[in-house]
């Protein structure tokens, strides 16, 4: 999965796009480095006459940038993880699927390998579904990333401001990092409420510190209320999004199940069933980026477990090549399913 990828950044051409797709990152990193100057220095310790006021502020400040940064930092780094050996078809296999000239032989090297693997989730004909690119049947949840070149586990969606696949190992850290971020933006926005007011009640000229100063506070007002308008409506596309056990992908199309058919609910376990999912069951673990989501990324408790035990494998399943590339519009319980 991850060779072709790997030969492709060899040449000067995926370098330079390697390169290329770090700069949305750059540019968040370089605005969070210059908001820190803007508050810290121009804010706090230039323009500040109340010593226990500052020191309150970078507090509660420091605070949120390091749980904001944390999460952001975990959702970059953490991998996409990678889809076990046993959901590959070996290459001689594979030359034998596509030289097939009829679908009842490829149903039958497929089959061979999907009967073994639990896999509920269908494409809309009923087959099960199956990578070219990857050369395997793909897990339930499972799509393939063009940008990643690979196929990747729950995905959700390839964020550009991550440089990577929001996904099963990275979810509750994306959704952690877009929560911070909110509330960093949110305090910077109020703490910096009373300077912005001034600035227009008396000019700079008549404010302490610097007239670039002031403009530090003006400017950082402004990007801070900007930033949290765009925020607020992503942090709570998510949160809807983990209490009802949906991915970005499956709310514009709903996954195919092979007892059910299409449905957006078939993951659907139950408000606080489905946000342990992600968070895990250990409050503690809630607020900080340490993986506690439950299960392997492979198998999915759903609604239909029940009615769909028997036919789980794949049995009689109606087994065809998945050609088309998924793409992006923009363990199991411990405990018994409600």
């Not at 000067?12 to 990193?29: D, E, H, L, R, S």
């Not at 709570?236 to 499956?250: A, D, Q």
């Amino acid at each position: 999965m991850g060779n072709d990828d790997h030969r492709r950044r060899k040449t000067p051409c995926g370098f330079c796009m390697a390169v290329f797709k770090w700069i949305p990152v750059v540019f968040i990193t370089a605005v969070i480095a210059w908001s820190y100057y803007a508050y810290v220095v121009e804010l706090c310790i230039r323009n500040s006459e109340n010593l226990v006021g500052m020191i309150l502020m970078l507090f509660f400040y420091h605070i949120a940038l390091i749980l904001f940064m944390w999460s952001y930092w975990r959702t970059i780094m953490t991998s996409v993880g990678r889809v076990p050996d046993q959901w590959r078809i070996p290459d001689e296999e594979v030359t034998r699927l596509f030289r097939a000239d009829n679908p009842e032989t490829q149903k039958r090297i497929l089959n061979s390998f999907a009967r073994s693997l639990p896999v509920t989730n269908r494409t809309m004909n009923g087959s099960v579904r199956f990578c070219e690119k990857c050369k395997i049947i793909k897990p339930d949840r499972a799509h393939h990333c063009s940008v990643c070149n690979s196929c990747v586990l729950k995905m959700d969606h390839h964020c550009p401001w991550v440089n990577n696949c929001v996904n099963f190992y990275n979810y509750k850290f994306f959704v952690l990092f877009l929560g911070y971020a909110l509330i960093y933006c949110l305090y910077v926005a109020f703490t910096t409420l009373h300077d912005f007011v001034q600035f227009w009640k008396v000019g700079a000229g008549q404010l302490n510190g610097s007239g670039v100063g002031r403009f530090h506070i003006l400017f950082l007002f402004f990007i801070s209320i900007m930033f949290a308008i765009s925020l607020v409506s992503l942090f709570g596309y998510h949160i809807y999004l983990v209490l009802v056990n949906r991915t970005t992908l499956e709310s514009f199309r709903a996954p195919v199940f092979r007892v059910g058919g299409p449905d957006k609910n078939g993951f659907n376990l139950g408000r606080y069933a489905n946000f342990c999912e992600v968070f895990g069951d250990d409050w503690q673990y809630w607020p900080l980026p340490i993986f506690t989501s439950f299960g392997d990324g492979i198998s999915y408790p759903i609604r239909h477990l029940e009615d769909d035990s028997e036919t789980l494998l794949g049995y009689h399943s109606d087994t065809r090549i998945e050609l088309d590339e998924d793409c992006l519009p923009e363990s199991r319980f411990l405990h018994s399913i409600p």
